[in-house]
């Protein structure tokens, strides 16, 4: 049996939450982010989920899919642009479990992947959502 959906916030909520956050890091990190698209579905797909190694769909919030800078080249230039991907309905079970303020749990997410994008390890995302 399935989860049922909940109710909170739309996707173009979260959108704009998300854009927000981005547009409060600091200069030199929102320089680097102008291409980065972002999207809000209600859960990952299968091949998202098998990306990362995992199976229920309630337990991925967000995603980064792209080449992090550190390891693009000018041989890159034909790839699509790396996108930002957060999951409304797994976000909204964690509002809903955690008491978590949903607009602190999709400026975490957020950060997080938009940390991916930099190359940086899980102290360095830290560190920037303390900074944003």
Same mark, same amino acid.
């Given at each position: *049996? ?5 109710? &909170?916030? +739309? $996707?173009?909520? /979260? *959108? ?6 981005? +547009?409060? #890091?600091?200069? !030199? /990190? ?12 209600? =859960?990952? @797909?299968? +091949?998202?989920?098998?990306?990362? &190694?995992? $199976?229920?769909?309630?337990? #991925? ?21 790396? @996108?930002?991907?957060? =999951? ?7 509002? !809903? ?5 949903? +607009? ?5 997410? @957020?950060?997080?992947?938009?940390? !991916?994008? =930099?190359? =940086?390890?899980?102290?360095? *995302? !830290?560190?920037?959502?303390?900074? $944003?």
């Amino acid at each position: *049996m399935d989860t049922p959906l909940l109710h &909170g916030p +739309d $996707a173009a909520y /979260f *959108m704009a939450q998300a854009r927000a956050v981005l +547009d409060a #890091l600091p200069a !030199h /990190f929102r320089a680097q982010l102008t291409d980065i698209a972002l999207e809000v579905a209600e =859960f990952a @797909t299968a +091949d998202q989920l098998a990306a990362v &190694g995992l $199976a229920d769909k309630w337990e #991925l919030s967000g995603l980064y899919h792209g080449r992090p800078l550190p390891d693009q080249s000018i041989w890159s230039s034909g790839d699509l642009p790396p @996108t930002i991907s957060l =999951f409304r309905q797994p976000l909204l079970a964690e509002w !809903h479990e955690t008491r978590v303020e949903l +607009d602190d749990l999709i400026r975490h997410v @957020t950060i997080h992947e938009a940390g !991916h994008h =930099f190359g =940086f390890s899980d102290d360095d *995302m !830290h560190w920037l959502e303390e900074e $944003a």
